[in-house]
């Protein structure tokens, strides 16, 4: 099966935190690598992510070694996303809605229930 790598870059304003990391991050831009592979038996073409790295440090000089880490690509649009709003002046963190298994958040879950039951 073959598998097609898309490079991309992920750019941060501020010092960043992911799951992966002991330490936070600096701001920067990180070049990021989403490796895909297709999907077989469909009558169309399409693919589906097996992994995403990112390379560490940000900026990389000649000769200096870098860090490669598999990554959450869920948690970094997280990040992604939080970045922007403190761009924007956002001060605390935005809270998430808690995902069920069916997909939906758990308050429109809750919501179906009651209006289902009435």
Do not use: N
């Not at 936070?24 to 831009?29: F, V």
């Not at 970045?83 to 001060?91: E, K, S, T």
Request: contains cysteine; charged residues 20%.
């Amino acid at each position: 099966m073959s598998t097609r790598s898309i490079e991309s870059t992920v750019s941060f304003s501020k010092a960043f935190r992911l799951s992966q990391f002991d330490e936070p991050q600096p701001a920067g831009s990180y070049q990021l690598v989403t490796d895909e592979e297709p999907l077989e038996g469909l009558s169309f073409t399409a693919y589906h992510r097996v992994r995403t790295l990112l390379y560490l440090p940000a900026s990389c000089h000649p000769g200096r070694t870098r860090q490669v880490v598999e990554i959450d690509p869920a948690e970094l649009a997280v990040a992604v996303v939080a970045d922007a709003l403190r761009a924007f002046g956002a001060r605390a963190p935005v809270p998430l809605p808690e995902i069920t298994a069916a997909g939906a958040p758990a308050a429109v879950r809750a919501e179906e229930a009651s209006a289902a039951s009435a």
